[in-house]
């Protein structure tokens, strides 16, 4: 018998059917409550509504777990590399060697931009936020390439536009940082692989040719693969929300890259290494930053630390603190940012505020010491959590696409305004 929950409205019971998720999880099925009972359910922040049903990312917050397609992230990051990983997480499978050869080959030859969009970078001033121009950048994509974003597109049609933009966003990310650099772009070359051909297009200058060490590839390839998804998260669901119009691949994935911008998202790794610098300038005092973040009259926050989901160390931020660990060491570089960070986590893993709220290192927290490391300036952060979050929001579109019974994003509200009242002319208006 299928198992339901009753849910008691006055003299009226209501039956809710109750879903199972493969790994146990249970969920009330409130698609119908409205209908047969006028009521809606209340719950800012979706922290408690499951608003699709999916099949690419698993993930358990209490038990610090996270899966691409069942495979544990911390296998994915020791054994794949980001193409491939992007490949899995789209398609669902691991690709045979000649799969993610093709794949490969159609990275290198998508990988330029068409020639008059490269005049839109001349108009934005130097100081632009890397972020508004890469958000605005893809979603103008979709005036270049009209034959991309036909409605209710064919396997093969969302097969092309993944790998367009797949490839392309590397190239238009590098070109945001020339732009701001004030250097000349450097185009992609056929004979560079993903992550090298990123750095080649960054650090190469006309006069000195930039030596892609391996290291740094590695790195960066791990850092990439931890970013490739994270289930319904905010950018994810902006994703998901904008696409359930039928909006076009590049206009949702705009969206999703405007809401991984904000601090408290994918911003946060840009924030982490301002804070650490801060605290660094400061003589080092972590303890003031400590009471600063629990003091309940002040909005601050510790940057890099807590998690709507994780309840447990955040599995990504253990593998990344490695790297950033091995990065340094190999490079022989000695960042004192990197021993405030490890002293901050230390302290706040004692703390009776953040051990009560159960607030660990996340994601963040030491991924902007690697970016640091490599070169990559501070307000580019997040655009490189974006070339990393890339994988998860195509796959999510394509999910949503291929999904018949999926519905366009509308949630509800609680009116808290005024009730009717009349219109008041001009004249007989008072100031309120
Ligand atoms: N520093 C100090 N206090 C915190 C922090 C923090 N970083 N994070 C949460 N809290 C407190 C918060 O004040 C609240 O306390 P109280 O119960 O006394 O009101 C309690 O912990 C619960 O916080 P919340 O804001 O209700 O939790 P949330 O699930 O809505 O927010 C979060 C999650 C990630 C936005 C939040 O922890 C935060 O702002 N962290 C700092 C920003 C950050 O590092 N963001 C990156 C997240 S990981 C990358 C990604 O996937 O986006």
């Not at 974003?149 to 490839?167: K, T």
């Not at 190239?171 to 992550?195: H, N, V």
């Not at 309840?311 to 603190?321: F, L, Q």
Request: net charge neutral.
């Amino acid at each position: 018998m299928t198992e339901t929950a009753k849910l008691k409205l006055n003299d009226n019971t209501y039956e809710l059917p109750i879903m199972t998720s493969v790994e146990g999880e249970k969920a009330i099925d409130i698609r119908k409550l409205r209908e047969e009972t006028k009521y809606v359910t209340f719950d800012p922040g979706f922290a408690n509504t499951g608003s699709c049903i999916s099949s690419i990312t698993y993930l358990d917050g209490e038990k610090g777990v996270l899966r691409y397609r069942g495979i544990p992230i911390e296998q994915i990051a020791k054994k794949s590399t980001f193409v491939e990983t992007a490949y899995l997480l789209i398609n669902g499978q691991l690709p045979t060697k000649e799969q993610l050869f093709r794949y490969s080959l159609a990275f290198t030859k998508h990988a330029n931009i068409h020639e008059s969009m490269l005049k839109f970078f001349e108009g934005y001033p130097i100081t632009g936020h890397p972020m508004a121009i890469l958000s605005a950048m893809v979603c103008s994509l979709s005036g270049y390439y009209p034959e991309l974003i036909m409605p209710e597109p064919s396997a093969l049609e969302i097969e092309n536009i993944s790998i367009e933009l797949l490839s392309k966003i590397r190239t238009i990310c590098a070109y945001t940082y020339k732009k701001s650099a004030g250097e000349q772009f450097i185009f992609p070359r056929e004979d560079l692989r993903y992550i090298p051909n990123f750095l080649n297009m960054m650090f190469t200058t006309p006069t000195k040719e930039y030596e892609i060490l391996d290291e740094v590839v590695e790195a960066l390839d791990t850092l990439l693969i931890l970013h490739a998804d994270h289930e319904q998260n905010c950018s994810t669901s902006s994703v998901r929300l904008v696409g359930s119009s039928w909006a076009n691949l590049f206009a949702s994935v705009s969206a999703g890259i405007c809401a991984l911008w904000g601090p408290l998202h994918g911003g946060a790794n840009q924030n982490v290494v301002e804070m650490l610098e801060k605290i660094h300038e400061d003589g080092g005092n972590i303890q003031k930053y400590i009471d600063k973040a629990k003091n309940a009259d002040s909005n601050y926050r510790l940057m890099g630390f807590g998690h709507r989901v994780y309840k447990k160390y955040d599995p990504r931020a253990k593998i990344i603190k490695k790297r950033a660990d091995d990065l340094l060491n190999k490079l022989g570089i000695h960042d004192p940012l990197l021993d405030i960070a490890v002293k901050l986590e230390e302290a706040v893993l004692k703390d009776e505020y953040f051990v009560k709220r159960r607030l660990y290192p996340n994601v963040d927290f030491y991924s902007g010491l690697i970016y640091k490391t490599i070169g990559i300036p501070t307000n580019m952060f997040p655009v490189l959590f974006a070339i990393g979050r890339l994988p998860g929001w195509i796959a999510h579109w394509k999910e949503m696409q291929e999904d018949k019974t999926s519905r366009i994003g509308r949630p509800r509200q609680i009116y808290y305004g005024k009730q009717e009242r009349d219109y008041t002319p001009i004249e007989e208006r008072k100031l309120i």
